[in-house]
Each structure stands twice: as structure tokens, then as C-alpha cells.
């Protein structure tokens, strides 16, 4: 049987804590959403006066994330770049903000981040990513 690294609850507060300091600091209110490898929901939070739709676009940015093993800016440059199918396939998310959480290499979770323009959810998603 092999053996595989799992992502905490622990872990997850960490790197929200993180992909939060990053928005606070500039001024920007999001949603914050983990999923473990399973795409199951480990913690999300979102700020008191985001808009609510934040919520189910960062679950599906973490959600895609973690399931296709990709960051969601992939889609969103395909999608730029007029490979119009990422419209088209299920679950997935062409907008930056979503992006897999690694551990030795090893997908252990995703990380989604919507309420802000994609580039800045982008750069809030890697400042989380950073803490782990």
C-alpha cells in the first residue's frame, strides 16, 4: 500500500490565512475556499460585504483545481487564445483565481479565490499557495 500526504484542516487555515493578509493588504474583498484532493470542502470565509455569488465561483475555481490538477488560468488563456471548447467542459472555470495545492509534488487540495478581478484573484490564490 502506498502512502500519500494529506492536506490539514491545519494547513488550510494557513494558506487562507496567507491568500487573506494578501487581500487585506490591498484593500480587496473576496471569498477563500479549500478543497482537499477529493474536491471536498475543507474551509472557506468569505468577507463580510463580498458579493454571496463569490462563494460558489471560488468553490468551483478550487473545485476544477484540484480536480484537473491545473491552475484555472490555463482555461482562461486557452479561452483567450480561442479554444472556446474549455466553455464546454464540465466543472471547469476559465478564470485565474483557482489553483492546485502540492505537497511533495502531489495534488493535495485546490485553492479558489473569487470576488476581485481574476488577475488580483490570481495573486491572492498565490500568496496562499506560498504558505504551504
Known amino acids: 500500500m502506498s502512502s500519500k500526504p494529506i492536506l490539514t484542516l491545519e494547513d ?17 474583498k473576496v471569498s477563500i475556499v ?3 484532493d477529493g474536491g471536498h470542502m475543507l474551509y472557506m470565509q468569505r468577507s463580510h460585504d463580498t458579493r ?15 480536480a ?9 488563456d486557452a479561452v483567450l487564445s480561442g479554444r472556446l471548447i474549455h466553455l464546454a467542459l464540465p466543472g471547469v ?23 476581485v478581478r481574476s488577475i488580483q484573484d490570481g495573486q491572492i490564490a498565490a500568496a496562499g499557495v506560498a504558505a504551504l
Not at 52 to 66: D, L, N, Q, R, Y
Request: hydrophobic fraction near 50%.
Open 12 to 28: 488550510a487555515k494557513r494558506v487562507a490565512a496567507a491568500a487573506d493578509a494578501e487581500a487585506l493588504a490591498n484593500g480587496w
Open 34 to 36: 479549500i478543497v482537499d
Open 52 to 66: 454571496f455569488g463569490s462563494v460558489e465561483t471560488a468553490i468551483a475555481k478550487a473545485h476544477m483545481a484540484a
Open 68 to 76: 484537473l490538477h491545473t491552475p484555472t488560468k490555463a482555461s482562461e
Open 93 to 115: 472555470i476559465p478564470a485565474e483565481g483557482g489553483v492546485p495545492l502540492l505537497r511533495d509534488g502531489i495534488v493535495v487540495g485546490g485553492l479558489g479565490i473569487s470576488g
